[in-house]
C-alpha cells in the first residue's frame, strides 16, 4: 500500500420500520428506499427492521446493479430485521445475537421475539481491512421508568466487546445502526470508552441535517408525538461511529441526515431519519500515544462508567433473583395445590371440584415455572455481563496505577482509538 494512500467511504444507515402489517405504508417506502440508494449510490448501506425476508429480497433484486453484494442477518423468531448492502465483495460476516433481550410475556413490545443482534462484514478496500457493523439494540418504550436499561447496558457491553474482540485485525471500524441510546446515557458511554469508537455527527465539520443530528423528529408523520413531548427538537438513537488502527487515520468529511422527509418525494423513508457519511481514510505516521499519561484512577472515563454500570447491573441481578424466588414460592405452592387436588379425586368426596380445578392449577404450575426459568437465565446473563465488567475494571484500576506501560494490556482497541482521535 502506498504511503499516500488515502480513501473515501459513503456510508448510509436508516432503521427502515418496515414490519409486515404493522408499518404504514410499507411496501411504497421500501420501493423508495431502493430508488433512493441506486441514485445516490453509496458505498456501503446498513439498514435496520427490515422485519420481512421478502422485503430485503426485493431489495436485493433492485439493486444488485448497484450493490452487488449483501446480506440479510437471521436470528431468533422473527428475526434480527438487519441487513447490508455493498458495493465492494465481501470477504466474510458473522453475527453475535445478544444475551438479553427483554421479556417474553412482554408480547405488545415484541423485542423478545426478534433476535437483536450485531452482524459483522469484513471487506477488503484497496489493501484496507475494513470490519463493518450493524445493529440495533433493545427499545426504549419509558425514559421515566425503564424496564429495559439494565438489559440496554448489558447490550451495549456484548457489543462493544464484540468488537473489541473481532476487529483486532481490522484497519478501520464502522459501527452503525439503531442503538436506542440518547448520546450521554450509560450504554452509549460505556461502548465508546471501551471500544474507542468516536462519534461521526460529534466530528465532523460539516453537518447538514436535523437540528442537533436528531434521527427521531416531530416533523415526520409517522412518528409518534406523545413520546417526543419531552425532546422538542427530537431525540438522537442512531449512530455512525468509527475509529482507525495499526497506522491508519480517518476523519468524517461530512454528514447528513433527512429531516422528516424524503429529499425527493416528500414522504419519509421510515419514522427514522437517515444517516449519510462520507469518510475519509489515510495512511498516519506512527505517533507517540499521548494517552499514556495517566492520572488518578477513580477519575478516569472508563472507570467512571464502568463503575455506574455494575451499580446498574447489581440492582439489576438483585430484581430477577427476586422474580425467581417468587415464582418459585408460587412453583411450591402449585406443587401443593395439586398434591391436595389428586388425593380429594381419590378420595371421591369432591371429586368434581377437584377435577375442575386441577387445568388451572397446572396452568399456573406451567406459567410460574416458565417465569422461574426466564428470571434464573436472566440473572445468569447480568451475572456474566457483570463479571466481566468488574475484570474490567480492576484491569482499568491497575493499568491507571501503573503508569504507560500497562496500557497496552488494558484495551487495545481503546488505545488505538484514542490514537487515531488525537492525531
Known sequence: MKPNF??????????????????????????????????????????????????????????????????????????????????????????????????????????????????LLVLHLSGLVLNAYVTHLHAEYNRQKDIYLAHRVVQAWELAHFIHHTSKKADVVLLCGDLNLHPKDLGCRLLKEWTGLRDAYLETRDFKGSEEGCTMVPDNCYVNQKELQP?????????????????????????????????????????HEALMATLCVRHSP??????????????????????????????????????????GYVIGLGLLLLAVLCSLAAGGGVREVAILLWTPSVGLLLGAGAVYTFHMQEAKGLCKARAELQHVLGRAREAQDLGPESQPALSLGHQEGNRAEDQ
Open 6 to 119: 488515502s480513501m473515501r467511504l459513503r456510508v448510509f444507515n436508516l432503521n427502515c420500520w418496515a414490519i409486515p402489517y404493522l408499518s404504514k405504508h410499507r411496501a411504497d417506502r421500501v420501493k423508495r428506499l431502493a430508488d433512493f440508494l441506486n441514485l445516490e449510490s453509496f458505498d456501503l448501506a446498513l439498514l435496520q427492521e427490515v422485519w420481512s425476508e421478502q422485503d430485503f429480497q426485493y431489495l436485493r433484486q433492485k439493486l444488485l446493479p448497484t450493490y452487488p453484494s449483501a446480506h440479510y442477518f437471521r436470528s431468533g423468531i422473527i428475526g434480527s430485521g438487519l441487513c447490508v448492502f455493498s458495493k465492494h465483495p465481501i470477504q466474510e460476516f458473522t453475527q453475535h445475537v445478544y444475551t438479553l433481550n427483554g421479556y417474553p410475556y412482554m408480547i405488545h413490545h415484541g423485542d423478545w421475539f426478534c433476535g437483536k443482534a450485531v452482524g
Open 231 to 271: 425532546f422538542p427538537c427530537g431525540i438522537r438513537i442512531d449512530y455512525v461511529l468509527y475509529k482507525a488502527v495499526s497506522g491508519f487515520y480517518i476523519s468524517c468529511k461530512t454528514l447528513k441526515t433527512t429531516t422528516g422527509l424524503d429529499p425527493h418525494s416528500g414522504s419519509p423513508l421510515s419514522d
Open 286 to 327: 506512527p505517533q507517540e500515544d499521548p494517552s499514556s499519561t495517566h492520572g488518578a484512577a477513580e477519575n478516569s472515563p472508563l472507570v467512571t462508567v464502568l463503575r455506574e454500570a455494575l451499580t446498574e447491573l447489581d440492582q439489576a441481578v438483585a430484581q430477577a433473583r427476586r422474580w425467581a424466588t417468587c415464582a
